[in-house]
C-alpha cells in the first residue's frame, strides 16, 4: 500500500513537494506513478519513475515537475514547481501495475493552486 502526502493551498508560481511512503520490501522494485484527478475531470497519469529511474511525465507538467525516489526510505516524491491553478487536484501515488489493474488506491493527497 502506498501512502501520498505534503498537498495543501499555495499560489501560483509556487511549489510543493509530495511524498509516497510506500510499505513493503518490494516497492523499491516497481515502477511508481503519480496521478491526478481535478473535479470533473477523469484521473490522468503525471509522472511515473521505474526501477532504474527513468522518468516520464505528462506534457502539461514537463519542465516543472520532477520525480525522483529514495528507496533506502521506499518513498517517492514529485517535486512540483511553478504550479498552476490547472495542477488543482487530489494527487495520487500507485504502484503502476496495480494501477493498471484498477487496484491499490489510497486516499490521495489534494493540492490546491490559487490564482
Known amino acids: 500500500q502506498l501512502q501520498a502526502s505534503g498537498g495543501g493551498l499555495v499560489q501560483t508560481g509556487g511549489s510543493l513537494r509530495l511524498s509516497c511512503v510506500a510499505s513493503g520490501s518490494t516497492a523499491s522494485r516497481n515502477a511508481i506513478a503519480w496521478y491526478r484527478q481535478a473535479p470533473g475531470k477523469q484521473r490522468e497519469l503525471v509522472a511515473l519513475i521505474d526501477m532504474y529511474t527513468n522518468t516520464e511525465y505528462v506534457d502539461s507538467v514537463k519542465g516543472r515537475f520532477a520525480i525522483s525516489r529514495d528507496n533506502a526510505k521506499n518513498t517517492v516524491y514529485l517535486q512540483m514547481n511553478s504550479l498552476k491553478p490547472e495542477d488543482t487536484a487530489i494527487y495520487y501515488c500507485?504502484?503502476?501495475?496495480?494501477?493498471?489493474?484498477?487496484?491499490?488506491w489510497g486516499q490521495g493527497t489534494l493540492v490546491t493552486v490559487s490564482s
Open positions: 500507485n504502484d503502476l501495475q496495480r494501477a493498471l489493474k484498477g487496484q491499490g
